[in-house]
C-alpha cells in the first residue's frame, strides 16, 4: 500500500469551522492573513488575558519574575515563531515550486504556541489533577444519572489540551471567549489527536477532544486532510513545533525561575545552560544569556530532527514528540532537569497552595453542580431557590440562563467546566470562599 502524503495547501487551510470555502473571505478584503486574526483573536480573548493570574509551576509566587501562564505563553510563541523560520526555510528548499506557500508558516505556529495553554485550570497542572480526583470520588453528585457515557469520560479525565481546542475552535458562546480559529491554527495545537475513549487518552492521560467537539475535529481533520486509512487522524506536521517550542521553554524557564525562588543555587543552573548550549562557561554572562544561549541550541536541535524524519512527519506516521529523537546531550539534560522537577515540585511554598486547591475546586464544583440540577429540574431562573440563583450569578447573568433554560444536564455541566477551568488562582480562592460563608471587609 503507497504510504499517505499529506499535502501542505490542505494543511495551511485558512478556513474556520463552520466556513465554507465559496464565503471565505480573503486577505486582499480584510488586509490582513487569516492566521493575522488568529493572532488578534488569541490575545484579545478573554481566556488569554486570564492566563496572567494562573499558576506556570508556582502557585501565586511573591517574587514578580516568576512566571505565570501568560508570559510562558508569550515565550513559547517567541520561540514557536522562530521554529517557524527555520523549518519555512527548509521547505522553501524541499518544495521550491510552493514557496509562496509556506509564507503563513511561522504566524501559525506562533498561534499554535499563543493558545496551547488556554484551557488549563487554576493552580497549574495541580488543579488538572484536582478536577480529574474530585469527580470521580464525586461521581454519584456530578453526573446523576443524566448523562452519557462519553461526557463522563471527558470529565474524568480533564484534559487543559481538549478544553483549549474547544476555546479555539467553537464560537457559539462568546461568554466563554470562545474565539473560531483558523483549521490550520488549531491543527498546530492538537497535539494528541484523539478523544477520551481512545485507548491513548488512558495510557497517556492525554487527549486534545471532548466529545462535544468531536464532529468539528472531524470536519477540520478531513479539511485539512489528516484522516488516515484506518479512520484515525494524522498530527499536523506544525503542531510538532509548538510542541518543541512548548518543550524548550518550559524546562529553560522553570530552571531559571527555581533560580530566582532559591531554590537552588544559580551556578550549578547556568552551567547546565552552557552545557545544552554546547559552549564553555563564561562567568562573565548572566544567568538569562546563558539560558538564551541554550534555547538557541535546543531550536535548532528540534529543527534537525524534524528536517531529518521528515518523510514520516509529511505521510502523518510520526505520532511523538521530536525531543525523542534528540541527540545524546540534550537528552542527558532533560534527564537531568527531569530530576530537578522532583524537589521543585515538592517545594514548600506549592503544597499549601496544591492541597488547598483540592477543597477550592470541589467547593465550586459542587455548588454548581447542585445549582445546576435545580435548573434542569425546575426550568427557569425565576424557580429556582435564592442560594442556586446566587450561584448562577456568580457565573452567568439572568438573560444567558433563561435563554438556556431548556438545555440538557450534560450541556451545562460542560458550561460548569468551561466555569471552573476559566477562573485564575486568586478568583478561584475568593469563589470558593465566598461559597464557604468565609467573607472579608
Known amino acids: 500500500m503507497a504510504k499517505q502524503t499529506l499535502q501542505w495547501n490542505q494543511l495551511l487551510c485558512p478556513l474556520r469551522v463552520g466556513q465554507s470555502p465559496e464565503r471565505q473571505t480573503t486577505s486582499a478584503a480584510e488586509e490582513r492573513s487569516a492566521f493575522e486574526a488568529d493572532y488578534d483573536r488569541a490575545v484579545f480573548s478573554e481566556p488569554f488575558r486570564r492566563l496572567a493570574k494562573k499558576t506556570q509551576v508556582h502557585p501565586l509566587a511573591p517574587n514578580d519574575h516568576i512566571h505565570n501562564r501568560l508570559i510562558h505563553s508569550i515565550e513559547v510563541g517567541s520561540v514557536g515563531r522562530s521554529l517557524g523560520k527555520k523549518i519555512q526555510a527548509f521547505l522553501i528548499r524541499k518544495h521550491p515550486e510552493h514557496r509562496a506557500l509556506f509564507d503563513d508558516i511561522s504566524q501559525i505556529v506562533q498561534v499554535g504556541c499563543l493558545v496551547h495553554d488556554i484551557g488549563n485550570p487554576p493552580f497549574g497542572h495541580a488543579g488538572e489533577n484536582t478536577i480529574r480526583e474530585w469527580v470521580a470520588k464525586?461521581?454519584?453528585l456530578v453526573f446523576n444519572n443524566r448523562v452519557d457515557e462519553a461526557t463522563r469520560s471527558d470529565l474524568l479525565l480533564f484534559e487543559g489540551n481538549a478544553q483549549g481546542f474547544r476555546l479555539a475552535a467553537r464560537v457559539d458562546n462568546a461568554q466563554c471567549g470562545y474565539m473560531r480559529l483558523t483549521y490550520a491554527s488549531l491543527g498546530a495545537m492538537v497535539k494528541y489527536p484523539w478523544t477520551s475513549d481512545d485507548p491513548r487518552a488512558k495510557e497517556k492521560k492525554k487527549f486534545n477532544v471532548f466529545a462535544s467537539e468531536k464532529e468539528l475535529f472531524d470536519t477540520m481533520s478531513r479539511q485539512m486532510g489528516l484522516v488516515r486509512a484506518d479512520g484515525s487522524v494524522a498530527r499536523h506536521p506544525l503542531s510538532f513545533l509548538t510542541e518543541a517550542a512548548d518543550d524548550i521553554c518550559y524546562r529553560m524557564l522553570d530552571m531559571e525561575d527555581a533560580v530566582s525562588m532559591r531554590i537552588f543555587p544559580e551556578q550549578p543552573i547556568k552551567e547546565l545552560f552552557f552545557r545544552v548550549a554546547g559552549v564553555a562557561e563564561d562567568?562573565?554572562?548572566?544567568?538569562?544569556?546563558?539560558?538564551?544561549?541554550?534555547i538557541n541550541a535546543l531550536i535548532n536541535e528540534s529543527c534537525r530532527v524534524f528536517e531529518e524524519d521528515y518523510a514520516a512527519i509529511i505521510s502523518g506516521e510520526r505520532e511523538h514528540d521530536l525531543k525523542r529523537d534528540f541527540s545524546t546531550p540534550y537528552r542527558s539534560a532533560f534527564q537531568q532537569i527531569g530530576e530537578l522537577y522532583t524537589i521543585i515540585f515538592s517545594h514548600r511554598a506549592k503544597l499549601g497552595?496544591?492541597?488547598?486547591?483540592?477543597k477550592m475546586i470541589g467547593r465550586i464544583i459542587k455548588a454548581f453542580v447542585l445549582s445546576v440540577q435545580s435548573l434542569c429540574d425546575r426550568g427557569s431562573y425565576g424557580e429556582l431557590d435564592f442560594i442556586s440563583q446566587r450561584c448562577f450569578d456568580l457565573a452567568w447573568d439572568h438573560s444567558y440562563v433563561d435563554k438556556h433554560a431548556q438545555e440538557n444536564y450534560a450541556w451545562w455541566l460542560r458550561q460548569i467546566f468551561d466555569f471552573v477551568s476559566g477562573l485564575t488562582d486568586n478568583y478561584a480562592i475568593q469563589i470558593s470562599g465566598e461559597i464557604e460563608g468565609i467573607l472579608t471587609p
Open 283 to 294: 562567568q562573565e554572562m548572566s544567568i538569562a544569556q546563558a539560558r538564551g544561549m541554550a
Open 138 to 140: 464525586h461521581e454519584d
Open 353 to 358: 497552595y496544591e492541597i488547598g486547591s483540592y
